[in-house]
């Protein structure tokens, strides 16, 4: 299964991409996380691509489109991936369309996650991540069972330096202005599912599964 999940900053990807992981066995490759991971280990890229995200803005295209090109040629993707904030501009969308060309793959579905601005902005000040194991919460919709600590690893949860409300509201505007598009690209290239993503956690998981398993 080689899967895009769509959708602005704070829609759900990571939280379903997780599941989905588990189900099918194939990796999450989240951009953001990759780039975070850099940042925290103050690699050049990581230092290159830190002003860009602490601002809410974009990683430029060069630096992503690599990122993903090197991690869709490592063993784990040999029977699908679950790709997460990638691709979001149609020049990444074209790049990965001729990464994929090239390893003889093409995408099954690419499903879109659509979600009312206010109630983005709520779910991503409310998010939370445990430090340890990545896993995501919400203090409201999604809690851990012991407050503030990861109900899988005990690891303590902090909140992403970028969810704050200013620069919240700046990522949803690059998500209109550049990410946007990608709903029509992939409409037109009839891979796309657009799924209701205003409903709680498990109905969303249960729908996009029904979907998936519907062909
Ligand atoms: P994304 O990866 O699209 O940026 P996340 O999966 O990290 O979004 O979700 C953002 C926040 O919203 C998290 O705190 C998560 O627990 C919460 N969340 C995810 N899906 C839902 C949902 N369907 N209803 C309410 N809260 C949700
Ligand atoms: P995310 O974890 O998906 O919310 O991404 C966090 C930040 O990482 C974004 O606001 C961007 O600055 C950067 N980023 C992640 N993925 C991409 C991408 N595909 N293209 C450009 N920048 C990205």
Same mark, same amino acid.
């Given at each position: 299964m080689k899967l895009?999940?769509?959708?602005?900053?704070?829609?759900?990807?990571?939280?379903?991409?997780?599941? =989905? %992981?588990? $189900?099918f066995?194939?990796?999450?490759?989240?951009? !953001?996380?990759?780039?975070?991971?850099?940042?925290?280990?103050?690699t050049p890229m990581g230092l290159k691509a830190k002003?860009?995200?602490?601002?809410?803005?974009l990683v430029p295209d060069e630096v992503v489109v690599g990122i993903v090109r090197d991690r869709?040629?490592?063993?784990?993707?040999?029977?699908?991936?679950?790709?997460?904030?990638?691709?979001?501009?149609?020049?990444?969308?074209?790049a990965l369309q001729t990464s994929l060309e090239e390893m003889d793959k093409a995408l099954d579905r690419v499903i879109s996650l659509d979600v009312d601005a206010e109630a983005l902005?709520?779910? =991503? %000040?409310? $998010?939370?991540?445990?430090?340890?194991?990545?896993? !995501?919460?919400?203090?409201?919709?999604?809690?851990?069972?012991?407050?503030?600590?990861?109900?899988?690893?005990?690891?303590s949860l902090f909140q992403r330096d970028d969810d704050q409300e200013e620069t919240i509201r700046k990522r949803l505007q690059v998500y209109a202005d550049q990410?946007?598009?990608?709903?029509?690209?992939?409409r037109d290239a009839d891979v796309l599912i657009e799924l209701d993503g205003m409903q709680p956690i498990p109905q969303v998981q249960e729908k996009m599964l029904s979907l998936l398993q519907a062909g």
């Open positions: 895009i999940l769509l959708g602005p900053p704070g829609a759900g990807k990571g939280t379903q991409a997780k599941m =989905l %992981t588990e $189900r066995s194939i990796p999450q490759i989240s951009t !953001g996380d990759i780039l975070r991971a850099a940042v925290k280990d103050k002003q860009y995200m602490d601002a809410g803005g869709l040629q490592e063993a784990d993707c040999i029977n699908g991936f679950i790709l997460d904030g990638f691709p979001r501009t149609v020049a990444q969308a074209d902005v709520e779910r =991503l %000040t409310g $998010r939370r991540t445990c430090k340890d194991c990545g896993r !995501g919460y919400h203090v409201q919709f999604d809690p851990p069972r012991v407050d503030a600590l990861c109900d899988a690893c005990g690891g990410t946007s598009p990608l709903i029509s690209y992939y």
